[in-house]
């Protein structure tokens, strides 16, 4: 499944913005359902938040009830100028070519 940029760059913004709101750093941490709650696509922001534990912005954990997400705290740089950027121009898609 092809995904677009712009798509991306809005789930991504969306879901580090949420898990950074919610203190999500390694010791709190959010079920997917919830990290992907009141996006539209269910099936692009997984293939997102796949794409962010890649990129090792986001950690997962295997819990009891399913994977729980969490913020890299070794990459709050890069976490601090996904949540602060706005509009169309983005470091995501950047990111994606490293």
């Known amino acids: 499944m092809k995904i677009h940029k712009s798509d991306y760059i809005k789930y991504s913004r969306f879901m580090v913005r949420k898990l950074h709101k919610a203190t999500c750093y390694g010791k709190g941490s959010m079920y997917e359902e919830n990290v992907i709650a009141g996006l539209p696509?269910?099936?692009?922001?997984?293939?997102?938040?796949?794409?962010?534990?890649?990129?090792?912005?986001?950690?997962?954990?295997?819990?009891?009830?399913g994977w729980k997400y969490y913020l890299n705290m070794d990459r709050y740089d890069k976490i601090m100028e996904i949540i602060k950027e706005t509009g169309s121009s983005s470091i995501i898609p950047i990111l994606l070519m490293l």
């Open 41 to 65: 696509d269910k099936a692009v922001a997984k293939e997102v938040i796949a794409a962010l534990v890649k990129q090792k912005i986001c950690g997962k954990k295997k819990k009891e009830h």
